[in-house]
């Protein structure tokens, strides 16, 4: 036995066992909001901010928000997001993006989703083997879960902001 961990736009879940010899990662990347989502993207390799740009921006996001144009794009201050080729790019297209604060507690509901998404792959009868079957596990998986759980962690979003007030930026229960 070994333990894996999934990469999931710079966030590791908890290690857990699988029944694979070797172990690896595998990074994905999504989008949620209350009422749609995207498709479930798998990442092969490292990801920079030109494959941020033309591997998730350009073919999965600006579609998806132009898809919904009253939607604002959420992501954290990681260096490929914040990369001026990608600023610029955003607002070339007329993306519309939340300024996200330097060392700002993590709100962004995003992390939430991938405890579900953890736990139904950790629940499969035949677990993974190898990282093209978590990844394949993990596409059917988030196909699996249903938009109410999605729409659940986005209205938590008011709860959290005011939590984190209330804390003045402290620790919070989320």
Sequence with gaps: MVTFTFIIEGMSVTPGPVLWRGGGSIMVWDG????????????????????????????????FLKAHPQMTLQHDNATRHTARSVRDFLQDRNVSVLPWPAKSPDLNPIEHVWDPLDRRVRARAIPPRNVWE??????????NISQQEWA????????????????AGGHTRY
């Design 32 to 63: 949620v909001s209350q009422h749609h989502r995207t498709e479930l993207v798998v990442i092969a390799g490292n990801l920079n901010a030109v494959r941020y740009r033309e591997d998730d921006i350009l073919p999965h996001a600006v579609p």
């Design 134 to 143: 978590l990844a394949g596990a993990l596409v059917k998986e988030w196909g």
């Design 152 to 167: 659940i962690l986005v209205q938590s979003m008011r709860r959290r902001c005011t939590a984190v007030l209330n804390a």
